[in-house]
Every structure is written in structure tokens, then in C-alpha cells.
């Protein structure tokens, strides 16, 4: 199967050609481990669990690298906060991010390398771009020369709203010749942990870490890495920059960035305080419910977050668990290990094989659940056979990419709780919904672009999706859907 992908590096479409037949080697940049998760953390390793889940299945052999920074400046912050170790903070946080993980039934990478395992393999990758002349030593720390390669190369990523230079120290730092400049290696400061060095003590700075990881786990350069949109710059460029100048190529061939859960139309960060705990949206919901919310947006779409859209995908699980009890009931327990290739399997997965479609998808899916109730419903007791013979594969692999795929139904069907009516978010009055579509129609139609987003944004949070066509809006919001025709404009 032919599987393309939006490349964040060159914004083009491109096939996936593997630098080894068959095999796929992936690294994802994963949490700075001073904080408990939250749902933006999700977001990034349920995408991805997906993702593999689904490479794995049309036969590739998927080697994922996901990484955990477990020394940094907002690590030791919080550790002189608490008046504690660092290595206490990271791995207390650390631990709530495997546990959440799990919770989510995302798999285990097959590495999961921290950064202070690998201060040598950094040590050894500063030297070499030392060697090449790509950075100098300013006291005891050593900066990357951000243009010694003769273009600016991946700054081109930085945001034209966002001027500021490139830097993983303090906002100002006189010993840099250039401010895109970056520290490879920081000279020791006092309370700080340290690490021995060829140009003394110290430790990495936060971009080499990733790169000499990378490369001492799956070579340089691997087919894909991964990340939130929040990290192509700096630190995707400057991976990019590092990766050259040591190694004379990228890091990868396919770059896949996802975009940001948000509240309000504001990224969901601990730093803005809008982040609620994972831990207590797994307590509140059905932690397959969180999941199906987190890949219910298209991966490089931001992802409203609202009490409404979590309800919303609590009820689409128990859609997904009431078919899997009327199946099991007709056929006994099924779990099927590879696909039969059915229609809703060759669908499924030519959506998931064009940039990994997750959405379309699923709104397979849910089509061909309708499909098997129907069938189900047509189906007598005295018509089993018949039922087998029409929808038996189709069911056999609805069950394996749900379950495989998907990664829901891990629940016994016997201990499946539904989520309680109290938690789940009431739908949007049909009037309300009809009339706030109208009122974005109308700024639409007068150019006020500001109020029909603010409007689309408002909706959105409540899980209302909407698709405009000439002079109407379809909108849908759980089971329901309607249509709202605008006046057309004389001409």
C-alpha cells in the first residue's frame, strides 16, 4: 500500500519511500517531565500509537523512538521550588506519564530514551560539528553558528509573528556572536547538576539532546519524525541545523506535525492555566471516551477542547460497545488478528494511508456500524446464516481495527461502565445551534471575518461541526444535523 504524507519540511505531499524495505523508523519528541499531563501530552502519543498501529497492520516493521526530557530549565526550576532533586521532579512526572499513557492503552514505544542517559552521545555529537567548524566556545559553554552553513536553511520555519532569535538559554546572552545562535553544550551554573566535559563541566542544551538520541537509536538519517506544530521552531530547526553540520544530511526524510488541543482558541498549556489534569478527565470519563475525543480532529487540525466534545465521544463509545455485544451475541467472541479485507477494511484504510486521514476513518466507521445494525436489525433469530454470509467479514474486521487499530474495546463487554448522564455535556438546543450558524452566515456575507470565526470557534468548543457550500451551511453535532440556507447575495 502506498502511503503519502503532508511533509512539514518541504509543505508537499510526498510518498513514503522507507530507507529499508518494509521497515519505518520514527522518532517523537516527547514530554519535558516537570509537570503532571495533560491532554496535549494525549494528544501527541494517541496520534502517533494510531499512527504505528496502523503502518504495523498494512505490514510494516515500525521501530518507535520516543523520548523523554528529563533535565531542563523548567525541571530545575520546579526542583528549587519544592526544595528538592531534580531527578525526584522528572521521575515522579515521568511515572504520571506512563501511567496516563497506559490508562490510554497507547502502546509502549520501543525506546523511551531520557536525556541524562545520553549526555556522552551528545558530548559526541558536539564535537563532531566542533570539528566541522559549524561552533565555537565561549567560556565553558559551546554555541552552534546558526548560519556557518551558508543559508539560514530551517529558520525559514520561524513564525513571522514571532521575531524573536533563536535560543534555548536565557532570552539575552552576551557571549553569542549571532542571536539565532544556540547553546550546544551550557557551562556549568552554581546549584546546577553537571556533567564532566572535554571543555568542562556542564550539561546539554535541549536541541542536541533529541539528535544525539535519534541517532544513536535509529541512525541518521530514519523515515519520520514527529512532533507538536509548537516545536518546529526552534527546535525542529535546530535539529535540522545540528544534523548537518554533524552528519552533513536531515535527520529525516518525512516530517509529521500535529496541531494543539486549545481552549478557546488558546493552545492548552500548564503555563496558561487552562490545562485540566489528565489524571482527572480519566477519573471523569471513560478513558477510551478521551481517546476517541483526542483523535476525532484531523492530526494537523488544533483540537477544541470542551465538556461538550468529551460527552459527544462518550457516546460514540457506547455505539462502539453496543455493536461489539450485538456481535458478540450473533458470532461469540471474536478477535481476529489481521484484516480480511473487506470493503469497510479497503475504505478504512485508504483514508488512514493519504496522511493518515484519522477522521475520515472513523466516519467510515460509524457509516458501516449503521450498516451492520441495519443488517443486524433485518436479521431474525431464524436468519443467522444469512447474516453470516452478508456482513461476517465486515464484522470480523470492524472488530480488528477497532480494537487493533483504534485501540478501543479493551473493556470486557460484562465490565463496560457507560459514562454517567450527570458527566456528559448537554447537546446545543437545535434553535440555538440554527441561530448561531445564521448570525456566522451573516458576518460571512458582510466580510466580517473576525465574528464568523469567533462564531465557528464557539460552536466547534460545543462540538458542533460545520461545512459551508454556496449559500448554505451543513452543520452536525452528534447524531443530529440540519442545514441553514443563507439569503443569496444580488449581484
Known amino acids: 500500500m502506498n502511503l503519502r504524507f503532508y511533509n512539514s519540511f518541504s509543505r508537499e505531499m510526498e510518498d513514503l519511500r522507507p530507507r529499508k524495505a518494509r521497515h519505518l523508523g520514527i522518532y517523537v519528541c516527547g514530554p519535558t517531565v516537570y509537570a503532571a499531563p495533560h491532554l496535549g501530552h494525549a494528544r501527541s502519543a494517541v496520534i502517533f500509537d494510531v499512527f504505528r498501529r496502523f503502518w504495523e497492520a498494512v505490514g510494516y516493521d515500525v521501530t518507535l523512538v520516543r523520548n523523554i526530557t528529563d533535565i531542563d530549565d ?30 490510554l492503552n497507547v502502546r509502549p514505544p520501543h525506546a523511551a530514551p531520557r536525556a541524562t542517559d545520553y549526555v556522552g552521545a551528545c558530548q559526541a555529537v558536539i564535537a563532531r560539528i566542533l570539528q566541522r567548524g559549524h561552533a565555537y566556545r565561549r567560556g565553558g559553554s559551546i554555541y552552534f553558528s546558526s548560519h556557518s552553513l551558508g543559508d539560514s536553511g530551517p529558520i525559514a520555519w520561524q513564525p513571522e509573528a514571532d521575531a524573536r532569535p533563536v535560543n534555548s538559554g536565557p532570552p539575552v546572552d552576551v557571549d553569542k556572536r549571532h542571536p539565532h545562535d ?52 526552534p527546535h525542529h530547526a535546530n535539529e535540522i541545523l545540528q544534523s548537518r553540520a554533524a552528519f552533513g544530511q536531515p535527520p529525516a526524510d518525512i516530517w509529521l506535525h500535529h496541531g494543539m488541543v486549545t481552549v478557546g482558541h488558546v493552545k492548552m498549556a500548564k503555563s496558561k492555566g487552562n490545562a485540566p489534569p489528565l489524571e482527572d478527565l480519566l477519573a471523569a ?30 457516546r460514540q463509545l457506547d455505539r462502539f460497545y453496543t455493536l461489539a455485544g450485538r456481535l458478540q451475541a450473533w458470532m461469540g467472541a471474536c478477535d481476529p488478528s489481521v484484516p480480511c479485507g473487506s470493503r469497510l477494511w479497503q475504505r478504512f484504510s485508504g483514508q488512514l494511508a493519504l496522511d493518515d486521514n484519522v477522521p475520515g476513518g472513523l466516519a467510515v466507521v460509524f457509516e458501516t456500524m449503521r450498516e451492520i445494525n441495519r443488517a443486524l436489525d433485518a436479521a431474525g433469530p431464524m436468519r443467522c446464516n444469512t447474516f453470516r454470509r452478508t456482513v461476517a467479514d465486515t464484522a470480523t474486521d470492524f472488530i480488528y481495527l477497532t480494537r487493533h487499530v483504534l485501540g478501543l474495546l479493551q473493556t470486557p463487554l460484562e465490565g463496560y461502565r457507560r459514562l454517567p448522564p450527570s458527566t456528559c455535556a448537554p447537546e446545543l438546543p437545535r434553535p440555538v445551534v440554527e441561530r448561531l450558524v445564521a448570525r456566522r452566515q451573516s458576518a460571512r456575507q458582510a466580510g466580517d471575518w473576525r465574528t464568523a470565526d469567533r462564531l465557528r470557534r464557539r460552536l466547534e468548543e460545543d462540538g458542533v461541526r460545520l461545512r459551508d457550500h454556496d449559500h448554505a451551511t451543513v452543520w452536525r453535532q452528534g447524531k443530529r444535523k440540519g442545514r441553514v440556507t443563507s439569503a443569496k447575495t444580488s449581484s
Open 182 to 233: 544556540f547553546a550546544l553544550w551550557k557551562g556549568r551554573q552554581n546549584g546546577e547538576p553537571f556533567w564532566e566535559s572535554p571543555w568542562g563541566p556542564g550539561r546539554p542544551g535541549w536541541h542536541i539532546e533529541c539528535t544525539a538520541m535519534s541517532h544513536t537509536l535509529l541512525d541518521i538519517p530514519f523515515d519520520i519524525h514527529g512532533g507538536g506544530c509548537d516545536l518546529r521552531f
Open 285 to 314: 470519563y471513560h478513558p477510551e471516551a478521551v481517546r476517541l475525543f483526542l483523535l476525532s480532529r484531523h492530526y494537523r487540525r488544533d483540537l477544541p477542547f470542551s465538556a461538550n466534545a468529551l460527552g459527544q465521544a462518550a
Open 74 to 103: 523548567k525541571i530545575l526550576r520546579r526542583a528549587r521550588e519544592g526544595d528538592q532533586d531534580y531527578r525526584r521532579v522528572a521521575e515522579r512526572y515521568g511515572r504520571e506519564y506512563d501511567t496516563a499513557m497506559a490508562a
